[in-house]
């Protein structure tokens, strides 16, 4: 935290107040609050998120942490009384980051995570994983009310404890994004900290953006709709309605839960007339979303989400699709890998049928007991194999950011042994790297040699009105010379062709289908 001395304070006009007694009336100065030196809007101010500054694509981030020496030991008193079954979170502190010659001041800093950061600390490792809240202190230090950094609100760090080739969370992210899955960005991040005797390394960081901050504006047309956060303890897994398995991360002053109690009654709801069931469930939750999660991240292996763990996923409350649910995933760090625990283990990777998956996972279970929702299942693996989880593609991106991170980690400017858990160095990185692609290469035979046993019934997706797998230009194309009478569409094309759901095809839809293509919405 800087001392007084050391930055211009804030001059703070405090809110007058000034009684009109000829009048009878009471009026009201509002306070003039002035920001510290260095303070813009575009850097500091409550703006929306500049992604190309801070989550570009192919650069590695800079950032410059200090905390002070008696803030830096209350973070580690605080982390010694806690432990992995704690339910807590770690303390927040007050810290100043410098990121390409900017200051942000009295910016919240606390650990973060569980076996991410409670094995590096039993192992003698000092690279915890953290979180940044930019306006965290704001009632303490008014000057920096509704800070943020460069439209952001907070910032996640992970310390790619599982993964030593250091790019799996940015490549599954990316991954599911681009296969129609809202989740959250990240970039690779090298970590400077100063706790009182100048600037350390701490290493090479994986930065993600929280989804309740600029995600939902970015992703979604309506970004006002209830976020929670699954968490461990009953109710996350869904197999009944209980407000202790979530966090609530948006709207937290309305005391609304209805919605996510709607979704919970309607995947339980009696089976026994599987159409009723399936149109109560879809009246409240994006089912084709979901399955085509489910399907990539069943092929590409990720069991550190539902299904496994009560956590590492959010239910959000999409406005702008008459209020359903949708799933969102996250922290993919355990992602791409057959033996994320470094040791065989039961049920992992899942079977590609997912047969294994019991009723006490009702989400999984449920919908792949359906005859229709298991062919819609592998219909989306089909898709995934050629579409977001294409080996070509996906190789060549890991090789790519692999080789962009390499100076950071092993090479010239790399991680120093207390705060690097490569135990043999470059060794250990070059051959995670050959075995995140070998990964890739054996699960697109498997998944090819599994989906030639299964019978698969072609389906129309949103969007895809020529049905060839994917939506892009030919459909937007297609759905263009349907309304200017240029060609007729009907049966499963017509639709296809309605990708508002709104029961018929007119120019709302061309709408939607232009916004989708230039990635301003994530999917229909």
Known sequence: ????????????????????????????????????????????????????????????????????????????????????????????????????????????????????????????????????????????????????????KELAFSNNWFDPSFVRDKVFSDMLRDGGIPAARSTFCRVYIDTGSGPVYWGLYTMTEDPADEMLKTQFPNSKGNLYKGETGAGADLATFNQQGFEKKTNEKANDWSDLQALVNKLNAPRTNAASWRAGLESVFDVNKFLRWLAINTAAVNVDTYGWVTKNYYLYQDLSNGGKMIYLPCDFNMSLNNNPFGMPMPGIPASLSLKEIGSNWPLIRFLMDDPVYNNIYHNEMQNAMSGCFNQTAITSRIRQLHELVRPYVVGSERESSNYSFLSYGETQF???????????????????????????????????????????????????????????????????????????????????????????????
């Not at 001392?3 to 509002?30: D, H, P, T, W």
């Not at 060839?468 to 049966?491: F, P, R, T, V, W």
């Open 1 to 152: 935290m800087c001392k007084l001395s050391k930055m211009i304070r804030v001059s703070i006009i405090i809110l007058a107040v000034a009684l009109v007694v000829s009048s009878g009336q009471v009026s009201l100065f509002a306070a003039e609050v002035q920001h510290p030196d260095g303070w813009t809007k575009e850097t500091h101010g409550d703006v929306d998120g500049n992604y190309t500054v801070v989550f570009p694509d192919n650069k590695v981030q800079r950032m410059d942490i200090t905390i002070s020496p008696e803030n830096y030991r209350t973070m580690e008193t605080d982390l010694n009384n806690l432990n992995m079954t704690s339910t807590q979170n770690p303390v927040y502190v007050p810290a100043t980051i410098k990121f390409n010659n900017i200051t942000w001041w009295n910016v919240g800093i606390r650990y973060k995570g569980q076996s991410t950061l409670f094995t590096p600390k039993m192992s003698g490792k000092h690279k915890f994983p953290f979180r940044l809240n930019f306006d965290k202190f704001e009632d303490q230090y008014p000057e920096i009310k509704n800070q943020k950094f460069y439209g952001f």
């Open 430 to 524: 070059n051959q995670a790297v050959n075995d995140l692609v070998n990964h890739v290469s054996s699960r697109h035979t498997t998944v090819r040699d599994y989906l030639a046993t299964v019978p698969i019934t072609p389906i129309f997706k949103k969007g895809d009105i020529n049905n060839d797998g994917q939506a892009d230009a030919l459909d937007y194309a297609l759905l263009k010379k349907h309304l200017l009478n240029e060609a007729i569409l009907s049966g499963d094309a017509l639709k296809a062709a309605d990708v508002d759901s709104s029961g018929s095809v007119d120019t709302l839809d061309m709408v939607m289908f232009k916004k989708y293509l230039m990635g301003q919405i994530p999917g229909f």
